[in-house]
């Protein structure tokens, strides 16, 4: 069964940072792509970054230069470095993986940033 288990949110003032997590089981993590979405009050999810099993990572053009991905295959666990946070990063943020012709989601992790 595969399960991803997101955490690391909450409230920061705009211009703070936090560090997101996903931990996953029920894969070889190693060998799949990876990815954050989120998902903004009365908005759609969108994709925020992905980062290939070969370590090739993109970004949304609203991160881009302030959100890192990156992860750790020994631990499971994929990261999102968030910095120079804005108000309009508030949003849900969900883990995602693609896994045999299946979609899964965590359960996703509440980021507010306040102005």
């Known amino acids: 069964q595969v399960q991803l288990v997101e955490s690391g949110g909450g409230l920061v003032q705009a211009g703070g940072s936090l560090r997101l997590s996903c931990t996953s089981s029920g894969i070889i993590f190693a060998w799949n792509d990876m990815a954050w979405y989120r998902q903004g009050p009365g908005k759609q999810r969108e994709l925020v970054a992905s980062?290939?099993?070969?370590?090739?990572?993109n970004y949304a053009d609203s991160v881009k230069g302030r959100f890192t991905t990156s992860r750790d295959d020994d631990k499971n666990t994929l990261y999102l470095q968030m910095n120079s946070l804005k108000p309009e990063d508030t949003a849900v943020y969900y883990c995602?993986?693609?896994?045999?012709?299946?979609?899964?989601w965590g359960q996703g992790t509440q980021v507010t940033v306040s102005s």
């Open positions: 995602n993986v693609k896994f045999r012709g299946a979609t899964y």
């Open positions: 980062l290939s099993s070969g370590r090739r990572s």
